[in-house]
Structures are given as structure tokens and as C-alpha cells.
């Protein structure tokens, strides 16, 4: 009885509030209420885009076959003859398989975008359609450094693609849907809004310029698409920010912009994603750097270095310029230049605002893509060594491109480490540089063979990895 009086007092004093209100001049108030006169008044629902779009959107299944190493007992006819040639009941394969999701954009070419991550080392990719079918798929194009692959499916046939919109016009608000497999459970979609735009310091690959989402976004959405009211995809869904695996309203989106670069080398019938050569190393500007150059705030990138007749190098570019923006939009780090800069077509030019002696100036530099100097000459180590199960090749601009390295133009680069060999075991990676053993330069992949050959007691292994000099001894 307290409770009902207390409210019908507070609805009593609200209405004479409301009223005593309406005297003074200059207040508006909202329409009145009403009751609604037709179906469209009080229905609201993503239902008809849901349905234009979800034939485009796919479940992606990768499986490859493990073999496990053989019980040592099993060499001897004695265990074989009780336990057959199976091994005390473990299987010699394991099949391991993967799950996520893909979006269809070129349907005459059946072209499947999804993420990298999804497809690492398969051997076997299908293509599961929002009717049930499935076919095997061949991947045209993987880029670990954005994440992405493109994927071509056996049977054209039937196939629905979704447009990839100018990621530009996106903005934070925006009402956006996340398409996918989440969990394996079948295709769903969830709704949310742009939270922010070009997010960078993510983790995730590289060239990068996130969009991040409040669309819930779970494991087994990854490679499915980020699509705006007008039907679009805006994005591939990539990453979460998560302590507990699932989603908790955080999730990102590599922006269409990206995507379209990677599409466009797997339709040229390019085995690697073409990006324009920039030739200078930068480093974040901090916030002292700024306050000493005049600017109100530590946004834009400093030139460190200056590849020798790179593209940077030519076009006047010197050290200590700061770069603040690329064909008049603002980059506020190194990671947000590469990704504006990467996203624009070769051939042409771009134009860069620079702070120089405290005049901001623009310059243009040429989009060309990275030469290859020299073959660059892959070989696989396999002679007894700490390097066994390393491919490594001659450095160039080109390969030091693709690999995402810095400014390091020559040398011998290790281009790939099989996964469970020796050199895996002691911690080499993709992107060091061999350049010394037993204190003998490394200039060649040839050098770095032929060397190996000789039977040593012990191998001093000088590398360089980032930026800093490590040199290990190991046994022979």
C-alpha cells in the first residue's frame, strides 16, 4: 500500500511539473503518443537484408592428416605379434580440422574470402553453403599478413556475392551485422554498431587498420562478413578481445579496403598480394617529439630511415620528417600509415602531408611495387644441424616485403621453419637473418648450404632477428 501511494505521488507531482512546463515560452515537446495505424509503424526487423545476404555467406572446413611417431616397441615382431601393427591402440593419423566462415564476392569467378587462420597448413578445404551443399575448395591466395585468403570453389554454380562497400564512408554508429558459424552451431547473425574505426594496435597481422565492432562475435565467425544496411560487407571478422573465449562485445573486422587489395591479386593470378613500396622505417610519434615540434597532439609517424633509391628516398623523404597523413587522411601511427598507404593501387601516386622545420608540405611518391634484386633462391636445410627443417632465401626488397620485414634489403632470410624439425625445437623464426656461422658471413642461401655440409662438433649461429644480434652455439 506504501509503494502504490509513493508512485501515485511521484506521477502526481511529474504531471504538474510537465504542466507548469508547458507555460513557459520557447519549451517543445515531443509528438504525443498514439496508438499505431499500420504494421509498418511497429515493425522493425533486419529480416529482408538477413535474407538478400545470407546465400553469400559460408561455413569453411579445413582437415589435414598428422602422423604420429611410431612406439619404438613396435620395431620388434615380438609386440607386433600381441598388439598388432596399429601400436598398443593408437592410431598412426590424427586427423586435425578447423572451422570458420567465409563470404562469396565474385560469384562467375567463385571466389570465397575468409581468414588465413582458418586455412593455415590444410591440406583439404571445403565450402559449405547456406543450402546444404558442400564442395571441395583450392586456395588461390594466402596473406598472413593480413590474415586473408581466397579460396575458389569447384562448382560455380548458382552462387550469390556480395558487393565489398568503400569502407571510408563507414562511420562510428553505424548499425552493422556479424554473419557466420559461430561454435559450429549453423549460420547466424547477430546486430551491433560501429564502435570505433582504425584500431591498430590489435596484434593481428599487420598493414592494419581494425574496425571494431559490439556485434557479437564468437570462434567460428572468424573469415564471415561484417555487412552494413545497404547489404555490403565492410569487413571480414578476425579477432575478439576476450579473457574468457567468448564474446564480450569486442570484436574486429579488417576493413573492405584490405580485402579488395587481396581479391584483386587472386584474380590477377598473383601467388603473393602486390603492395606498393614505401622503402623508409618509421617509429611512432611521442607525445615529447611533439610538443617539440609544435603539434597539439603525438599523432603521425616518424621517418627513421630511408631505403637508398626506394620509393621514400626519391621522393625526398629524409629522416626525422614526420609523416601526418596520406592523400589528405590522417594517419596517427606507423601501423595506420601502412595500411592507407598498402590500400592504394600501383602505378599511380599518393600524396603525403609532412611536417618538415615546422612547415607542413606535401609530397607525392610513387606507388611501384618492391624489387626483386636478386633470384631469391629458396633452399631447404636438411644436413644434420641446429638449422635442419629452415628454408631460407636471398633477401631483397621484394622478399623483405612479403615477409613484412623493415628496411633490410640484403642477406639470408629464413622464409619458413617445419613445424616439430630441430631448428623449430631451438626457437629459430620466419623473418630471421642468418648472417654469420662459425663466425664465416652468410651472403647466399647457397653459402648457408654448402657449409652445412661439413660435419662439425659445434655451430656458432649468428642471426638477427628485429633489429638485435643473437648469436647462439649449438652441439653438431
Known amino acids: 500500500m506504501i509503494d502504490c501511494i509513493a508512485t501515485r505521488r511521484r506521477a502526481l507531482a511529474a504531471g504538474l511539473f510537465a504542466c507548469a512546463l508547458t507555460a513557459l515560452p520557447g519549451v517543445a515537446f515531443a509528438q504525443a503518443r498514439q496508438v499505431p495505424e499500420t504494421r509498418e509503424q511497429v515493425t522493425l526487423s533486419f529480416a529482408p537484408l538477413v535474407k538478400r545476404t545470407a546465400p553469400s555467406v559460408v561455413n569453411v572446413y579445413g582437415a589435414r592428416v598428422e602422423k604420429r611417431p611410431q612406439n619404438p616397441f613396435m620395431d620388434d615382431p615380438f609386440f607386433r605379434r600381441f598388439f598388432g601393427d596399429g601400436g598398443f591402440g593408437v592410431p598412426r593419423e590424427r586427423v586435425q580440422r578447423s572451422l570458420g566462415s567465409g563470404v562469396i564476392v565474385d560469384a562467375q569467378a567463385g571466389l570465397v574470402v575468409t581468414n588465413n587462420h582458418v586455412i593455415e597448413n590444410m591440406s583439404e578445404v571445403k565450402v559449405a553453403f547456406a543450402d546444404k551443399r558442400e564442395v571441395e575448395a583450392k586456395i588461390l591466395l594466402r596473406d598472413p599478413r593480413t590474415d586473408l585468403a581466397v579460396l575458389k570453389v569447384a562448382e560455380a554454380r548458382n552462387l550469390t556475392a556480395i558487393e565489398l562497400a568503400d569502407t571510408d564512408e563507414l562511420q562510428v554508429g553505424d ?21 570505433a574505426l582504425a584500431r591498430t594496435q590489435i596484434g593481428v597481422g599487420d598493414a592494419q587498420s581494425f574496425i571494431q565492432t559490439d556485434a557479437a562475435i564468437n570462434p567460428g565467425n572468424s573469415g564471415g562478413p561484417l555487412i552494413d544496411m545497404k547489404g555490403r560487407v565492410v569487413g571480414i571478422n578476425t579477432a575478439i578481445y576476450s579473457r574468457s573465449g567468448g564474446s564480450v562485445g569486442i570484436g574486429f573486422a579488417i576493413p573492405a579496403a584490405m580485402v579488395r587489395l587481396v581479391v584483386d591479386s ?32 603525438p599523432a603521425g609517424s616518424v621517418v627513421a630511415s630511408v631505403v637508398e633509391k626506394g620509393p621514400a628516398d626519391q621522393a625526398g623523404l629524409r629522416r626525422s620528417n614526420v609523416i601526418l597523413a596520406v592523400d589528405g587522411v590522417a594517419v596517427d601511427d606507423p601501423e595506420a600509415f ?55 632465401m636471398n633477401l631483397s626488397p621484394a622478399v623483405a616485403e612479403e615477409l613484412a620485414m623493415e628496411t633490410a634489403n640484403e642477406g639470408v632470410v629464413v622464409s619458413d621453419v617445419e613445424e616439430g624439425s630441430t631448428a623449430a625445437d631451438i626457437g629459430f623464426q620466419k623473418g630471421d637473418i642468418v648472417m654469420a656461422l662459425n663466425g664465416e658471413p652468410m651472403a647466399t642461401s647457397r653459402d648457408v648450404e654448402a657449409i652445412l655440409k661439413e660435419r662439425r662438433r ?7 632477428r628485429k633489429g638485435q644480434t643473437i648469436t647462439s652455439v649449438f652441439p653438431g
Not at 270 to 290: E, I, K, M, S, Y
Not at 356 to 379: C, F, M, Q, Y
Open 458 to 464: 659445434a655451430w656458432e649461429v649468428t642471426i638477427s
Open 266 to 297: 587472386a584474380r590477377a593470378g598473383a601467388a603473393t598480394v602486390r603492395r606498393p613500396w614505401f622503402g623508409a622505417r618509421l617509429q611512432a610519434l611521442t607525445a615529447d617529439v611533439a610538443d617539440g615540434l609544435g603539434l597539439d597532439r
Open 338 to 392: 601502412g595500411y592507407r598507404f598498402a590500400t592504394r593501387p600501383i602505378g599511380g601516386t599518393t600524396a603525403l602531408t609532412v611536417l618538415r622545420g615546422g612547415n607542413r608540405i606535401s609530397i607525392p611518391v610513387k606507388l611501384v611495387a618492391a624489387p626483386e634484386t636478386r633470384p631469391r633462391d629458396p633452399v631447404k636445410l636438411t644436413s644434420r644441424s641446429p638449422l635442419a627443417g629452415l628454408t631460407v
Open 175 to 195: 548499425i552493422v551485422l556479424a554473419m557466420g558459424n559461430p561454435f559450429g552451431v549453423g549460420q547466424t547473425v547477430t546486430q551491433g554498431i560501429v564502435s
